[in-house]
């Protein structure tokens, strides 16, 4: 295994993990289904964490899983509002020796759970991530295996890296910055839709001297816990990061009225992130510190289409940001505007790869393109928009539109017509398998770029779909601020760590860009230090006669 050297100011040489392929009679197909198998009817038995203490309450749960909600994949515990705190005071004490450790060695942790995930535990975490969150395998391997990887292993260059911005020193002094974690604790807040997320939320904030209180979400337990066990197994010491599943509101309650609360780093929905800020805003007297707000909320992501594109480009792109996932990506393309003069062919080439799309079960057979959506919760929100859709005047189910919750949650992959640019389905966020396409008479392109731009509260991806240059450089300053992350010919979904930093502002979140240079910054409280090598000896000025 790589043992990573780094030494203060050393550069540190790192790549993008690369995707496996899971080809027939690969050794990482082997392995995958190896790891499926073991897996297959268990139930894993995940505890809180406090420590080195596994604490079990009275409240028990279970993660199911999505494409077969009769297979308890873990049972686990919520922890209550007495071991939150006792998570936050063990958490606290060990704070200060874990800031005082040199950055390399904190790095190094990373880079070796990144080593672990890349190598020995690969087929556990992406097995773990298919069953429990309904992820297909490539889904799987750009999520919890690559990503991951990649977040770990470029914060932990980045943090490295930055004690090299050092400030100038003068004459007879020298001026250091110190890179210290913040004065508390960190609460992550995790979502389900990506491994990676937890392990990056509650992780990078841990290496820059932090520690934390790690939240995973109910439907991602399984993999979570994988993760944090390999932090652990990689020199993660106690009580850095704790490990507690939680109800929202309790956790919520919790933390935030602690004095101690120092930052929340939070992946999931708007009226949740808008909760907490509420409740630090209203607890302010109580900490010592302004905690730091980080989150990331979700999209209205479109996909605009002029008359000069690639038709290839738009249909094949538009199919797997929509559909991959389920459409259970922050990133996902739900909305899609597409000249008239071009509308029936792609209107046909969508419906020709539509009846090819097979949702299944991602675990049996590995042709399946998506698999059920997360839940319960998820299956009969997206159902509400479906039946809408059939009830509406001004929308038309051109493709899919059913649903089924028997054996799991499942959505068919829906394509929906509206004559209405305005309407709810185009503006408000769905998380599930719908595509909604306005169709615009080709020659108002203009007035569509900026009906883009006002019609959702949110602004994280978006794309623009078109060969004319002049169109191309048009759109770029009319939906400047309509997304985080904005592609050209090509699909709203698939940042990559390190190449496409990833979040956006408005209802979407406060953009920190993890994957970024800059992420790691938000996750410090630095000290500027001067040290004088001349003795005082003078307090009149010169002037003064």
């Known amino acids: 295994m790589t043992r990573f050297k780094t030494f203060p100011c050393a550069e540190v040489e790192v790549k993008n993990e690369p995707v496996l392929g899971f080809k027939e009679g690969s050794p990482e197909r082997k392995e995958l289904v190896k790891a499926l198998e073991s897996l297959k009817g268990k139930t894993e038995e995940i505890p809180c964490v406090v420590g080195d203490e596994h604490v079990w309450t009275k409240d028990i749960r279970y993660q199911l899983s999505p494409f077969n909600h009769s297979h308890k994949v873990a049972k686990f515990c919520y922890a209550d509002k007495e071991l939150i705190n006792k998570a936050i005071l063990a958490s606290v004490a060990a704070r200060r020796e874990w800031d005082l450790k040199p950055i390399q060695d904190r790095a190094q942790i990373l880079f070796k759970a990144a080593d672990v995930i890349s190598g020995p535990k690969r087929a556990e975490v992406l097995a773990k991530t298919m069953i429990g969150q309904g992820k297909t395998v490539v889904q799987a391997e750009i999520d919890a295996a690559a990503e991951l990887i990649d977040f770990f292993r470029f914060n932990a260059k980045h943090a490295v890296e930055l004690e090299k911005q050092q400030p100038l020193d003068s004459e007879g002094s020298t001026n250091t910055m110190l890179y210290r974690g913040l004065e508390g604790f960190v609460a992550a807040v995790a979502p389900f839709n990506f491994t990676a997320i937890g392990g990056n939320l509650a992780g990078t904030p841990a290496m820059m001297g932090n520690v934390v209180l790690w939240k995973p979400s109910d439907t991602a337990m399984s993999a979570s816990y994988a993760v944090y066990r390999v932090l652990r197994e990689s020199g993660l010491p106690p009580n850095i990061i704790q490990f507690l599943p939680a109800d929202g509101p309790v956790f919520g309650d919790a933390i935030t009225s602690s004095e101690h609360l120092a930052g929340i780093n939070f992946t999931g929905s708007v009226p949740t992130f808008k ?232 209802a979407s979140g406060t953009n920190d860009k993890p994957g970024g240079p800059h992420y790691v910054l938000r996750w410090t409280s630095p000290q500027v230090v001067k040290q004088t090598y001349v003795p005082l000896r003078e307090w009149k000025y010169p002037y003064m006669g």
């Open 275 to 506: 909760r907490l800020w509420k409740q630090v805003a209203q607890n302010l007297d109580v900490y010592r510190s302004f905690p730091r707000l980080a989150g990331e909320c979700g999209g209205k992501n479109f996909h605009f289409v002029h008359k000069s594109a690639d038709v290839d480009s738009v249909v094949t792109g538009t199919i797997r940001s929509a559909f991959e996932y389920g459409g259970q990506k922050c990133s996902a393309c739900s909305r899609m505007y597409v000249p008239d003069s071009m509308w029936p062919q792609i209107r046909q080439r969508l419906l020709d790869i539509h009846k090819h799309l097979a949702v299944g079960d991602p675990v049996e057979d590995f042709r399946t393109f998506f698999s059920a959506v997360i839940d319960d919760k998820s299956f009969s929100r997206i159902k509400k928009w479906l039946d809408h859709a059939k009830s509406s005047p001004n929308l038309k189910v051109i493709a899919g539109g059913n649903c089924d919750d028997k054996k799991g949650y499942f959505v068919e992959p829906t394509i929906i017509e509206t004559t209405d640019p305005q309407e709810a389905i185009m503006s408000e966020e769905i998380f599930g398998p719908v595509l909604t396409v306005y169709v615009y008479p080709e020659n108002n392109y203009k007035e569509v770029l900026h009906l883009i731009d006002n019609t959702s509260p949110y602004a994280l991806t978006g794309a623009v779909f078109a060969q004319d240059q002049n169109v191309i450089d048009e759109a770029a300053k009319v939906l400047r601020n309509a997304a985080g992350n904005y592609y050209v010919n090509d699909k709203s979904t698939g940042s990559i760590v390190a190449q496409q930093p990833f979040g956006g502002a408005r």
